[in-house]
């Protein structure tokens, strides 16, 4: 039960951190196109 508990915070975090990463690069994209 350990396991699967930090498998599920690994897995959330890493959804996560997709999600961040992505509007970083949409953030990054759209400031690069304004300039």
């Given at each position: 039960?350990?396991?699967?508990?930090?498998?599920?915070i690994?897995?959330?975090?890493?959804?996560?951190?997709?999600?961040?990463?992505?509007?970083?690069?949409?953030?990054?994209?759209?400031?690069?196109?304004?300039?």
């Amino acid at each position: 039960r350990f396991i699967y508990n930090i498998d599920g915070i690994t897995g959330l975090y890493r959804g996560f951190g997709c999600s961040l990463m992505a509007k970083v690069v949409y953030w990054y994209t759209t400031t690069k196109v304004d300039e």
